[in-house]
């Protein structure tokens, strides 16, 4: 297959089918290779690389990222750690780039001195590749089960995984959730079926990666703090199709159809819909019943069976940070969806709850319009607290519908809902926004959530 020029910020793969992965795809021994960030996919694709025999450097702006024993274990591979501003010197002769999924593509290219409509790949390098698509290139004949979206990647990941494991598959969760691609490929492997979930970040640098079974879960505005516009992270999601042939699956939402067609892309296209396949469930709102309905979609080709699937789904516990019952007090139920981090995720959650809400939401706004979400929280919400960051958002646009307050932090927010809650309603963390203003993660936000609850008396 010759490498087609492509520029990876506005435009989408065309549909070319890649036979596999060949020697050429890989670095060969000796060749620089630059891998950006030290985070756990980093770190795994420097020892994948180091294991090929490239000659690894690893960029790390933070010194505070990188811990004695990392640093210990990658002296051992002979891999140069680089601490501090990334330069343009330190991609010089690179044959192979691996970013880090938090350093926008734009800048990337400003380091290496290339146009934005420069190819990601081209005999004789630089190739930028995302960690997961270094790992795809050495896969050894497993079925790869892909999964973008905005929102309910990760449950239903897990639910395909799930389902599989009833069936008696040996499955690999692996991607943006659960083990990095070249840990699997460092340990050898082994797994009849991988699973991915992949965000539109490692989307753009993803250039052969060949999913039998891809899903679109969703797509609505998020990451406009980092993709330029809505046509650049739509474009990013739709890369997923690029590489299917006429055998494989595609499952893509009805309104995302026409814009799948026009690409031209050649997978047995479906699009998914909820029809009460599974009754008996612990997952709230009829988004998860969706979600279960698509993983068994993606997971049947692969001779998974309806009670398998079943069996699962009853058997399945709801992922932390994501609608979790953390507890009811007085009558008062607090839940806990710190991984709402999207206007659309808080617009799914609203729908999920049949209590009064009292609604928790603020931190780093990523970017849309509140005012979509007005006639729900009239019709939803009874009274609103917010924290951190984005007040300058939320509060012009819903503090004249319900009664909100603003605080600096989490702990004083849950307190005044505290007060304000009767039995029989819900105090509901779905913040809408990123966590990045006062936590380092959105786990982090939701631990101090259930903390905070936890010493509520």
Not at 128 to 139: D, G, Q, V
Not at 322 to 328: C, M, P
Request: proline share 7%.
């Amino acid at each position: 297959m010759s490498i087609m020029p492509l520029c990876p910020l506005t435009a989408t793969l065309a549909p070319e089918h890649d036979p596999g992965p060949s020697p050429s795809l890989l670095p060969a021994r000796g060749d620089k290779a630059v891998v950006i960030g030290s985070g756990r996919s980093g770190r795994a694709a420097a020892r994948l690389l180091a294991r090929m025999g490239a000659r690894v450097h690893l960029l790390e702006a933070s010194a505070d990222h990188l811990d004695d024993s990392v640093a210990a274990e990658l002296a051992e591979l002979n891999v140069t750690v680089e601490l501090g501003a990334h330069r343009p010197e330190q991609f010089q002769d690179a044959r192979f780039v691996i970013p880090s999924p938090g350093v926008p593509l734009r800048t990337i290219f400003s380091l290496m001195n290339l146009p934005v409509t420069a190819p990601l790949e081209r005999a004789g390098g630089p190739c930028i590749l995302a960690e997961t698509e270094l790992a795809f290139r050495c896969l050894q004949g497993e079925k790869v089960l892909a999964v973008t979206g905005t929102s309910g990647k990760t449950t239903t990941v897990h639910l395909m995984t799930a389902m599989l494991e009833a069936a008696g598959k040996k499955v690999c969760l692996a991607g943006n959730v659960g083990t990095p691609l070249s840990e699997y490929i460092l340990s050898g492997g082994g797994a009849g079926v991988v699973v991915l979930e992949i965000s539109s970040f490692q989307l753009q640098t993803c250039l052969r990666l060949h999913p039998h079974v891809a899903v679109l879960m969703n797509i609505t505005p998020n990451h406009l703090d980092y993709h330029e516009d809505m046509a650049e992270y739509t474009a990013a999601k739709m890369r997923l199709f690029a590489c299917q042939s006429g055998n494989d699956l595609a499952l893509v939402p009805e309104e995302w159809q026409g814009t799948y067609r026009e690409a031209g892309y050649r997978a047995r296209v479906l699009a998914p819909r909820a029809c009460g396949r599974f009754p008996q469930t612990r997952l709230l709102g009829p988004h998860n019943a969706l979600n279960a309905e698509i993983a068994w979609q993606a997971v049947s080709p692969l001779g998974v069976s309806l009670e398998d699937a079943r069996r699962a789904v009853a058997d399945f516990s709801p992922l932390p940070h994501r609608l979790e019952q953390v507890a009811e007090k007085g009558g008062v139920l607090y839940v806990n969806d710190s991984k709402c981090t999207t206007l659309s995720s808080l617009e799914t959650a609203l729908k999920a709850m049949d209590r009064p809400v009292l609604l928790l939401c603020g931190g780093h706004f990523k970017g849309g319009d509140p005012h979509v979400l007005d006639d729900l929280i009239k019709e939803k919400v009874r009274c609103i607290a917010g924290f951190g960051d984005a007040r300058e958002v939320f509060l012009p646009a819903w503090g004249g519908l319900v009664p909100m307050q603003w605080f600096a932090t989490l702990k004083p927010a849950v307190h005044w809902l505290h007060e304000q809650a009767r039995s029989g309603d819900v105090i509901l963390l779905s913040p809408a926004t990123a966590s990045f203003d006062l936590y380092r993660g959105m786990a982090y936000r939701g631990a101090d959530f259930k903390a905070i609850v936890g010493e509520l008396q």
